[in-house]
Structure formats: C-alpha cells, structure tokens
C-alpha cells in the first residue's frame, strides 16, 4: 500500500525560502497524479499544487503562483515543493497526496479520490 511521508519544514522569516519533499514507499510513485496541500489552524485543508502523473502538468493556486514549484523525480519516488519568497499567510502544516486520475489540478480536487496522505510537515513564517 502506498505511504507518503513530508519532509523539509521549518521556521523561516518572511522572504525566506524552503523546500519541501514527500516521500513515497510501499509502492512506485509513477502511477499517481500528486498534490501539496496546506492547513492552517482554525482553517480548512487547501490545495496549494499540483503536477500529474504522465505528462507532470503543473497548476497552481493563485496565492501561491509565482512562488512555488511543485516537481517530481519518478526514479526517486519523490515529489518538491520549493517554496520562496514565504510569506506570514504560507504558514500551516504542509501535506502531500496521491491522486490515481491523469487529469489532476487545483479545480478538480476531490478529497474522495485521494488514495494517501501524509502525516504533514509544518512551515512557520514570521519575524
């Protein structure tokens, strides 16, 4: 069964820059569209990336477009968030999912359909 563990959180003053990295084992990570997803306290879990599982398709929310990068290493079994320019609001627990569809992006997420979560990373910004 396909397990997922999020690394690279930390503290990091506005500005700042992080990267993050999920990690996949018990099965090969190719087959599934990937997504990072973020919680703050007292909020809702929110979609913040997306890359696909065949052609690696990027998308991105729009409060994050121009600062983050999601991508993927197959061979590695591995997905990256590199997240820069951190602001005060990116602050919340990181996750990483795994989605079966081709077709993934911040509009047709579906909690329904995601196969693994991880157990999430917490990014901190502030001064």
């Known amino acids: 069964q396909l397990q997922l563990v999020e690394s690279g959180g930390g503290s990091v003053q506005p500005g700042g820059t992080l990267r993050l990295s999920c990690a996949a084992s018990?099965?090969?990570?190719?087959?599934?569209?990937v997504g990072w997803f973020r919680q703050a306290p007292g909020k809702e879990r929110e979609g913040v990336a997306t890359i696909t599982r065949r052609d690696g398709k990027t998308d991105y929310a729009d409060s994050v477009k121009g600062r983050f990068t999601i991508s993927r290493d197959n061979a590695k079994n591995m997905v990256y968030l590199q997240m820069d320019n951190l602001k005060t609001e990116d602050s919340a627990v990181y996750y990483c999912a795994a989605d079966p569809r081709s077709l993934f992006s911040i509009a047709t997420i579906d909690f329904k359909l995601i196969e693994a979560w991880g157990p999430g990373t917490l990014v901190t910004v502030s001064s």
């Open positions: 018990g099965f090969t990570l190719a087959p599934y569209s």
